[in-house]
Antibody, heavy 121, light 108 residues
Framework: QVQLQESGPGLVKPSETLSLTCTVSGYSISSGYYWGWIRQPPGKGLEWIGSIYHSGSTYYNPSLKSRVTISVDTSKNQFSLKLSSVTAADTAVYYC??????????????WGQGTLVTVSS | SSELTQDPAVSVALGQTVRITCQGDSLRSYYASWYQQKPGQAPVLVIYGKNNRPSGIPDRFSGSSSGNTASLTITGAQAEDEADYYCNSRDSSGNFYVFGTGTKVTVL
């Protein structure tokens, strides 16, 4: 079965770029599926950040679009998130997940365990 | 702000039935999916599509939809069902994904 694992720095300074990687096991990214990033500030709800197809097509949350880049590396079976010009408001647990969707539906499953990123000097 | 609205908290007596609702205009056109999240853990999908349960999710979880409201029902709530629950669907344009504001379920 597909398993996902997030990795990256747990502490990022304000104004710098947050970079995270999601490593996929049990499935080859190049075979298909959409892959997504979701985040959750401490004590708050979930927010979809963006999604990417194995071919590289991307879709971003309009509220974050100017700062987000999601990319895929099929040779490493990984996909990545970069969020630029971070502030304390970007402090959150960041999750990666498989995105399923059709004309009238979508869901995220499975999810990685999540990684906490704190923005602080 | 989220385009999908949920009640912040609901409580249910052990063994009774609780319905969690999610309201939003996009739900007139798109199905909602539902996630259970326990403290310190990643969300887990419990309902997707019209009313489908992933493997391993008990059949006491069910989903339904009417108009602009999607519902998750737990029939015969158990202590282990105490968690936060989030709905998810499209935004009003249908082009992006949004999550509901979340509902904390307490089992008494």
């Amino acid at each position: 079965q597909v398993q996902l694992q997030e990795s990256g720095p747990g502490l990022v300074k304000p104004s710098e770029t947050l970079s995270l990687t999601c490593t996929v096991s049990g499935y080859s990214i190049s075979s298909g599926y959409y892959w997504g990033w979701i985040r959750q500030p401490p004590g708050k709800g979930l927010e979809w950040i963006g999604s990417i197809y194995h071919s590289g097509s991307t879709y971003y949350n309009p509220s974050l679009k100017s700062r987000v880049t999601i990319s895929v590396d099929t040779s490493k079976n990984q996909f990545s998130l970069k969020l630029s010009s971070v502030t304390a408001a970007d402090t959150a647990v960041y999750y990666c997940a498989v995105v399923w969707f059709g004309e009238w539906y979508n869901w995220f499953d499975p999810w990685g365990q999540g990684t906490l990123v704190t923005v602080s000097s | 702000s989220s385009e999908l609205t949920q009640d912040p908290a609901v409580s249910v007596a052990l063994g009774q039935t609780v319905r969690i609702t999610c309201q939003g205009d996009s739900l007139r056109s798109y199905y909602a999916s539902w996630y259970q999240q326990k403290p310190g853990q990643a969300p887990v999908l419990v309902i997707y599509g019209k009313n489908n349960r992933p493997s391993g999710i008990p059949d006491r979880f069910s989903g339904s939809s009417s108009g602009n409201t999607a519902s998750l029902t737990i029939t015969g709530a158990q202590a282990e069902d105490e968690a936060d629950y989030y709905c998810n669907s499209r935004d009003s344009s249908g082009n992006f994904y949004v999550f509901g504001t979340g509902t904390k379920v307490t089992v008494l």
